[in-house]
C-alpha cells in the first residue's frame, strides 16, 4: 500500500502541489489526471525520488521511504519519450539493469516478459528502427525486468496512435493484474485514465478536485472543475460518437 | 531537480581549477604587467606605446589589411557558399568546393607566406608564367592574399552552416509572389543571412589581426600590431612592459568583435522546421558561380601548389628535373625529424587531454544540476576571445621563473585553452540534445553517474567526441601564434621551427616540413571521419 501524507511542493514560490492525500492499495492502477501545468508530473516525479518535496511524508508498505533515494526506493518509471538508449538493440536495452544488479531477474524470467510483451520478433532491432508501440513495450520491459515494486507511467499513450493505443492499454491493465504491481499512470486525457484506472485523482492547480473509481467520478462529479473539464470532455465525445454511428449503439 | 553527486562536484573543481590557473591567472598578471614601469603602477607604459609611431602606424595598418582581407573574405566565402546551397550545379564540383575550402585549415599560417613567395614572387611560378611580376609581395598585397587564404575557410563554414537554416521554400514563394531577382534575392537570401556575414566578417578580421605566422613571413617591412608584439618579447631589446601593453592592445579588436558576433546573432533566422525543396533551375545562374567556384578554387590550389612541387625538385624553380634529394635531408636530419615528432607529441597530448576537458566541462554545463556551472561559459567565452599570441605571452609572464618553463607540458596546456570554445561547444551542443532522461533512467537500471556516462552517454557522443579530438590536433599542430614564445630549444615544434628557418633561407625544408604536416593532418582528418562513419552506421 501506498500512502502520500500531506505533499506540498513550491518551485520558487510558485505552489505547485498542496496537501495532497491519498492511500493506494496494492496492485491497483491509479491515474492522475488533469491539465497540464497542474502538477501531476510533480507529483509523479516526488513518488520516484527524482523531484524532493517540500512538506509531507511517502509511506510504502508501512515503511516511511520520504527519505530514501530514487535509487533506492526500489521504484521504476516509463517516460513519456522512453528514454531508450539508441546504441544498444531492444534486448540490450531490456538487460541493461542487470549488469548492475545480476539476480534481479533470471534468464527465464527475462523471456518470460519478453514473450508476454511480444518483443521476441523484435529484439535484434534497434531503437530507431521500432515503431512507437514496440519501443514502448521495450521500455515497459527494461522497467519490468528491475522487478519495481511499484510502477510509474508518464503519459505512457500520448505518443502512440489509434488501435495501438489500445493494445497497449489493455497490456498495462494486464501487467498490473499478473505482476500484482501497483501502478500509476499520469495522463491529460480523461477517456484515457476511466478506461485504465480502478482510481483516478484528479488534480487541478496543485490540489486534489476528486479522488475515486471511473464510476463515483461520471456519476457524482465532487465540483466543477471536474464537470466542466472532464465530463464535458467525455459528453462531447459520446455526442461525436452517437452522430456517427446514430443512437441505437448508445 | 535532480541532485548533485559528489564525483561531480570533484570533476567541476577539477576543471576550475585548470580554468584559474592557466587562463584567469595568467591574464590578470598580463594585465597587471602592462601597468607595472620602474616607477610603480600607471599607465606611463601605454603612454610609451601610444606616442611610439612605428606601433601607431603598425596599429593602423593592421587594422587596414585585416579589415580588406575581411572583406573580401566574406564576398569569396558567401559566392561559394551561394554556390554549394543555392544552385544546381555539378555535384562533385559542389563537394570540391566543400573539401577543398579547408585545405589551408591543414597547413601552417606562415607556410603561406612562403607559398605566396614562391608563386608571385621574383623567381614564382606565376610570375614565370606572365613572364613579370604581378605586384609588390612583400606588405600589404602578400598580407592581404595570405589573410584571405587563412580566413576563408572559416568564413565559408560561418555563412555555409547559416545557409542550412534557410528554408529554401521562401525562395520558391518569392517567385510566385512576383518578386524580380534583386528582390527575391534580398529577402530570401541576404536578409536571412545577415547575421552570418556579419559574423564572417568579424571572425575574418579578427582572426587575420591576431595572426602571427603570414606577416612573419610575407610581412616585409610593413609592420603589423603582431610582429610588434613579438619585436618587443623576442627582439633585439626584449621590453616585457611593453610587449604586455601591446598584447593588451591586441585583445582589445577581439574583445569587440567578440561582443559584435554575439550582437549579430539577433540577425540570424531560426527556423524550426523546413524541408528539403527542389530548387529552380537557371542556367546563368548555374554556369556563373561554377565558374566562378571554379576560379575561387583553382587559385587556391595554384598557391599551394609550390609547397608540393618545390620539395620534389632539384632546385625550384631553376632546375625542375624530379628529386628526392630534399625529402631524404630533412628525413637524415636529427634536428628536424625531432622536431616533427615534438609536435606530433604536442598535437597528440592536446587532443587526449583537450577532449577529455572540453568534453567533461560540456558534460557538467549541459547535463547536471551543478550549482555555478554556468562559470564553464564564462570560460569559453573568454578563451574565445583571448588571442593565441596574448595568452602565449601571459604564460610567458606567469610561468618563467616556474619549472614549467620550457616544457611540452605547458604548450599542450595553452593549446587547449587556446582552441576551447569551439570543442566545448560542439559537445554541449551534442549533449543537450540527447534525452534529459537518460541519467535517471541509468540510475533507476542501477547505475552510478559516472556508469551511466561511460555506458550511455559516451556512445551516442562518439561522433562529437572524435571530431572534438581531430579538431584539437589539427589545430595544435599547425598553430605558430600560441606556442611562439613558449617553445624552447628542447621543445621546438614544426611551426615554430619553420619561423627559425626562414632566416636560414631554408625553404625545401620549409615546405618538407609543411608538406608533413600537412599529411598528418590529411591522415588524422580521414582516420577520424571513417571512425565517424562507423559510428553512425552502428548507430542506425
Known amino acids: 500500500m501506498l500512502e502520500l501524507k500531506n505533499i506540498s511542493k513550491q518551485f520558487d514560490q510558485k505552489v505547485v502541489l498542496e496537501n495532497i492525500d491519498l492511500k493506494i492499495n496494492s496492485g491497483e492502477i491509479v491515474s492522475l489526471l488533469g491539465p497540464s501545468g497542474s502538477g501531476k508530473t510533480t507529483l509523479l516525479n516526488i513518488i520516484l525520488g527524482l523531484t524532493r518535496m517540500d512538506q509531507g511524508k511517502i509511506i510504502f508498505n508501512d515503511e516511511d521511504v520520504s ?36 539476480d534481479t531477474a533470471s534468464a527465464e524470467e527475462v523471456r518470460e516478459y519478453i514473450d508476454f510483451l511480444e518483443l521476441t520478433p523484435h529484439l535484434k532491432k534497434r531503437i530507431g528502427e521500432l515503431s512507437g508501440g514496440q519501443k514502448q513495450r521495450v521500455a515497459l520491459a527494461r522497467t519490468l525486468v528491475t522487478k519495481p515494486k511499484l510502477l510509474l507511467l508518464d503519459e505512457p499513450l500520448s505518443a502512440l496512435d489509434g488501435v495501438i493505443k489500445e493494445s497497449i492499454k489493455e497490456r498495462i491493465k494486464l501487467i498490473a493484474k499478473e505482476f500484482n504491481l501497483t501502478t500509476i499512470i499520469v495522463t491529460h486525457d480523461p477517456e484515457e485514465a476511466l478506461t485504465i484506472s480502478d482510481k ?5 492547480q496543485g490540489n486534489i478536485s476528486q479522488f475515486g473509481t471511473p464510476f463515483e467520478i461520471i456519476n457524482q462529479p465532487s465540483n466543477d472543475f471536474v464537470k466542466e473539464f472532464i465530463l464535458r470532455q467525455l459528453q462531447i465525445k459520446r455526442q461525436n460518437i452517437y452522430n456517427l454511428f446514430g443512437e441505437k449503439y448508445a | ?49 601610444l606616442s611610439d609611431e612605428t606601433l601607431t602606424r603598425a596599429i593602423g595598418n593592421s587594422i587596414k589589411v585585416s579589415s580588406t582581407a575581411a572583406v573580401i573574405t566574406t564576398t569569396l566565402a558567401f559566392a561559394l557558399a551561394y554556390a554549394v546551397n543555392c544552385t544546381r550545379i555539378y555535384q562533385p564540383l559542389k563537394n570540391a568546393v566543400k573539401a577543398g575550402i579547408l585545405i589551408p585549415m591543414l597547413t601552417p599560417t606562415i607556410t603561406y607566406g612562403f607559398a605566396i613567395m614562391y608563386t608571385f614572387g621574383n623567381q614564382g611560378l606565376l610570375t614565370k608564367l606572365f613572364d613579370r611580376n604581378l605586384f609588390e609581395i612583400y606588405g600589404f598585397n602578400g598580407l592581404l592574399i595570405g589573410y584571405v587564404i587563412y580566413t576563408l575557410p572559416a568564413a565559408f563554414l560561418v555563412i555555409h552552416n547559416s545557409f ?26 541576404f536578409r536571412p543571412l545577415l547575421g552570418a556575414l556579419g559574423g564572417a566578417f568579424v571572425l575574418s578580421f579578427i582572426l587575420s589581426f591576431t595572426d602571427f605566422g603570414i606577416p612573419a613571413s610575407v610581412g616585409g617591412t610593413y609592420e603589423v600590431v603582431a610582429t610588434q608584439l613579438y619585436q618587443a618579447m623576442l627582439g633585439s631589446i626584449p621590453d616585457f612592459s611593453i610587449g604586455a601593453v601591446i598584447a593588451v592592445l591586441m585583445l582589445f579588436p577581439a574583445l569587440v568583435g567578440v561582443f559584435l558576433l ?87 597530448l592536446t587532443a587526449v587531454f583537450g ?15 551543478l550549482r555555478g556551472k554556468q562559470t564553464v561559459d564564462i570560460f569559453s567565452m573568454i578563451t574565445n576571445t583571448v588571442p593565441g599570441m596574448v595568452l602565449g605571452l601571459s604564460y610567458l609572464l606567469l610561468f618563467n621563473e616556474s619549472s614549467l618553463k620550457g616544457t611540452f607540458l605547458i604548450i599542450v596546456l595553452c593549446n587547449i585553452m587556446h582552441y576551447f570554445t569551439t570543442p566545448y561547444l560542439m559537445a554541449k551542443n551534442a549533449l543537450t540534445k540527447m534525452n534529459p532522461s537518460w541519467e535517471t533512467s541509468g540510475e533507476l537500471l542501477g547505475d552510478n553517474w559516472l556508469k551511466t556516462v561511460y555506458r550511455v552517454i559516451l556512445p551516442n557522443s562518439v561522433s562529437t567526441v572524435i571530431e572534438i579530438f581531430s579538431y584539437y590536433f589539427i589545430n595544435a599542430m599547425v598553430t605558430i601564434s600560441g606556442v611562439i614564445f613558449l617553445v624552447s630549444a628542447q621543445t621546438t615544434v614544426v611551426a615554430s621551427k619553420i619561423n627559425e628557418l626562414q632566416h636560414f633561407a631554408k625553404f625545401n625544408e620549409i615546405f618538407v616540413l609543411s608538406v608533413l604536416i600537412f599529411l598528418t593532418n590529411l591522415l588524422v582528418r580521414f582516420v577520424c571521419e571513417a571512425l565517424q562513419k562507423r559510428a553512425a552506421i552502428y548507430k542506425k
Open chain 1, 67 to 102: 527519505n530514501v533515494g530514487m535509487k533506492n526506493r526500489g521504484f521504476n518509471i516509463v517516460f513519456q519519450d522512453y528514454a531508450l538508449f539508441p546504441h544498444l538493440n531492444a534486448y540490450e536495452n531490456i538487460v541493461y539493469g542487470l549488469r548492475n544488479q545480476k
Open chain 1, 200 to 204: 483516478i485523482l484528479i488534480i487541478n
Open chain 2, 1 to 49: 531537480m535532480r541532485n548533485a553527486k559528489p564525483e561531480m562536484r570533484i570533476i567541476f573543481i577539477v576543471i576550475l581549477l585548470l580554468f584559474f590557473a592557466f587562463l584567469i591567472a595568467p591574464l590578470i598578471v598580463l594585465l597587471f604587467r602592462s601597468f607595472v614601469t620602474e616607477e610603480g603602477v600607471g599607465f606611463s607604459n601605454y603612454m610609451t606605446s
Open chain 2, 164 to 189: 542550412k537554416y534557410i528554408d529554401k521554400k521562401f525562395i520558391i514563394v518569392s517567385k510566385l509572389m512576383g518578386d524580380g531577382t534583386l528582390r527575391s534575392f534580398l529577402n530570401t537570401v
Open chain 2, 262 to 348: 554575439n550582437y549579430l546573432e539577433r540577425f540570424n533566422f531560426h527556423y524550426d522546421k523546413f524541408s528539403e525543396t527542389e530548387l529552380t533551375p537557371s542556367k546563368f545562374r548555374d554556369s556563373f558561380f561554377g565558374t566562378l567556384s571554379l576560379v575561387i578554387l583553382l587559385a587556391m590550389v595554384a598557391v599551394f601548389a609550390v609547397m608540393f612541387i618545390a620539395p620534389f625538385v632539384t632546385a625550384f624553380p631553376y632546375d625542375l628535373r624530379f628529386s628526392w634529394q630534399h625529402i631524404t635531408d630533412v628525413f637524415q636530419s636529427n634536428d628536424l625529424v625531432s622536431v616533427y615528432g615534438n609536435s606530433l607529441l604536442v598535437a597528440a
Open chain 2, 355 to 369: 577532449t577529455v576537458i572540453a568534453y567533461g566541462a560540456a558534460l557538467l554545463n549541459a547535463r547536471t544540476p
